[in-house]
């Protein structure tokens, strides 16, 4: 059906890096580990016991690694980061387009490819003195609290506030806290979880004294020098989500590349 290269060692998706397996363990959850090491996760959906393989092809001998499990016979949906070979399953949700920045180049490179208007926004914030710090993501640190509190107004969807607080108790140097502070006080946040040579933006919050002086323009320019700085490679920056959001990321250097899409896979489907 596909074409499938091998990912690179240090290429891990979130959803398959080990500390994401740890932060579901602490919130009670049980994923469970395929031999050669890729993390399923257990649902149930409208009551039917479902296992998931998020981000990750699966390998050649799937149905035999499953069945040295005893988890052969349950369906199955798969999420694949990129196309890749996905025999007797059944496609169920098509592609979905996600934004991502190339980090490998040098600063001038990404400077020289943002935006002129996304440029002069950036400029607008450092001569407006906002400051930036960057830090682990600590227990105590309010942003997974306004982000769900923004979920819940915006109507979407994240990780539970629990989720994201376990992952920063198993991992806490994989998470990267970025700051704008404007005369003291803080007006914007960006939280990027890293994984192997990729970095995820995971939550993030402004105020209206961010969006005013452009803090997420810094704070986004700031995480990716640092996150490259320290050999990250490509940033993650979601899904395409709202025209202004994308614009957004576009206008930062971010480029839209297709995941595999959602496929199913189950024991009758396939003998059918």
Not at 31 to 41: A, E, F, K, N, Q
Not at 158 to 175: I, N, Y
Not at 233 to 238: E, I, K
Request: aromatic share 4%.
């Amino acid at each position: 059906m596909f074409d499938a290269t091998p990912a690179d060692a240090r290429d891990t998706p979130l959803m398959q890096d080990p500390a994401f397996a740890a932060a579901l363990r602490l919130c009670g959850e049980a994923p469970v580990t395929l031999p050669c090491g890729l993390t399923l996760l257990s649902r149930r959906i409208a009551g039917l016991p479902v296992l998931m393989l998020p981000r990750a092809c699966p390998p050649a001998d799937l149905t035999a690694q499953l069945a040295a499990i005893g988890l052969h016979r349950r369906p199955l949906i798969l999420s694949p980061q990129t196309c890749c070979a996905l025999p007797r399953a059944l496609r169920i949700a098509p592609p979905r387009a996600l934004m991502s920045v190339d980090l490998r180049a040098d600063a001038d490179a990404r400077r020289a490819a943002l935006h002129q208007n996304w440029r002069h926004q950036l400029g607008r914030a450092v001569r407006h003195d906002i400051r930036i710090l960057h830090r682990p993501l600590t227990q105590d640190h309010p942003l997974p609290a306004l982000d769900a509190a923004q979920a819940r107004q915006r109507g979407y969807a994240g990780w539970p506030v629990a989720l994201t607080r376990a992952f920063a108790r198993t991992a806490p140097d994989q998470t990267h806290v970025f700051t704008a502070l404007h005369r003291g006080h803080r007006v914007a946040h960006m939280l990027f979880l890293t994984h192997g040579s990729r970095a995820t933006y995971h939550i993030g919050h402004t105020s209206a004294a961010g969006r005013a002086h452009h803090a997420h323009n810094l704070v986004l320019w700031t995480a990716m020098n640092a996150l490259a700085a320290q050999g990250i490679t490509q940033l993650d920056l979601g899904p395409q989500t709202t025209p202004q959001i994308d614009r957004f990321k576009r206008r930062a250097g971010a480029v839209a590349t297709l995941t595999g899409g959602t496929w199913l896979r189950w024991t009758p489907l396939t003998r059918r």
